[in-house]
């Protein structure tokens, strides 16, 4: 009787009870059960992470396999600091110039090949800015069939539309008379 009012009590009052079984949040992501699309792929291997035969992404300075439960957060830090060294990197090309209007051929291909490479990290904002960059073909062809990267999940499916023309409201009906 006093062990059941304790871990009743236990719960009302938020004490961590020990586990029976391993939580699945704590268990090493795997992505032969749980893939991933291939920015999050890119990502990671371009940052040193190992995705090894077994499916696990292994990380190699903490030498120990990536949490499920870390993952999305480990996807949004690392196209965080992607969008970030691409930004700067935008910055210092666009400061060397006389400005944004008067770019040199190889300043606006340099410009070009970055934003393209850095696209799907990009946000809705920073699309618009640098869309003046490309045609209209190369944007609905390519670009604008990448989607964003989104950080709420570890797989990407937001893409971005491009709204062509509005549609008509419907008239509101007439008020009754009184």
Excluded: H
């Amino acid at each position: 009787m006093k062990r059941g009012t304790a871990l009743v009590l236990a719960l009302l009052l938020g004490f961590p009870l020990p586990a029976l079984a391993q939580s699945p949040t704590r268990e090493a992501y795997n992505v032969l059960s749980t893939p991933l699309d291939s920015l999050s792929m890119e990502l990671l291997t371009e940052t040193g992470y190992v995705i090894r035969e077994d499916g696990k992404v292994w990380d190699k300075i903490a030498d120990a396999p990536v949490r499920f439960d870390e993952m999305s957060n480990l996807l949004a830090r690392l196209a965080g600091a992607r969008r970030l060294k691409a930004l700067l990197e935008l910055n210092l090309i666009l400061n060397r110039s006389e400005g944004e209007k008067k770019l040199t051929a190889a300043e606006r291909e340099s410009v070009r090949t970055l934003v393209r490479k850095n696209w799907p990290v990009f946000g809705v904002g920073t699309r618009k800015d640098f869309r003046a960059y490309f045609s209209v073909q190369e944007l609905v062809e390519e670009l604008d069939k990448i989607p964003r990267a989104s950080t709420a999940a570890p797989l990407c499916s937001c893409a971005i539309p491009i709204r062509t023309r509005r549609r008509a409201r419907k008239p509101l009906p007439p008020r009754p008379s009184r």
